[in-house]
């Protein structure tokens, strides 16, 4: 896709044949597996998001993205810092609160909040809180990146995959997996 490079971020135009539509992108998407997360923001606020990601070392950025519209963006818009949390294998419960819409999500959640208040849960495999460095709408989605504060690792625990609409676990190759330091 080619875009005209002279407007703002907000009136990108492609220029070719039309986008797919919609609901044929999204069939499409369901097809690639994804770890599972929970963001929170002081609140509290959270959710489920599939499109975490790192996106530099050195400085520590991390980014995700939030529907515009979901409950929980305008918390995200003024959060002074965020949460991520990586779920592990037996936390489809938790994932699935944290996606669904019209209950509570914390009730019956164990965390504590951090100096900024962000609620950072306990048991997940991994976290890590940040301070955004960048809100910038993206279609019908918020993308934040922000630079990483604060990481907790637990190595015993297997990752909490999505895939096509199920969650699952994930077992490594024979032979695979050497770590590298």
Known sequence: MTIIQDLPATQLRPIGPAPVPADRLRRTLRRQAAGVTVITVPGPAGFTATSFTSVSLDPALVSFYVSATASA??????AAGFAVHILGRGQEELAARFARSGVDRFAGTDWTPDELGTPVLAGVAAWLTARPVLLQEV???LLVVGEVVDTLAREDV????HHDGAFGGFTS?????????
């Open 139 to 141: 279609g019908d989605h």
């Open 158 to 161: 297997g990752p909490l995959v």
């Open 173 to 181: 190759a024979p032979g695979a997996g050497a770590r590298r330091s």
């Open 73 to 78: 963006a305008p918390a995200v818009r003024a």
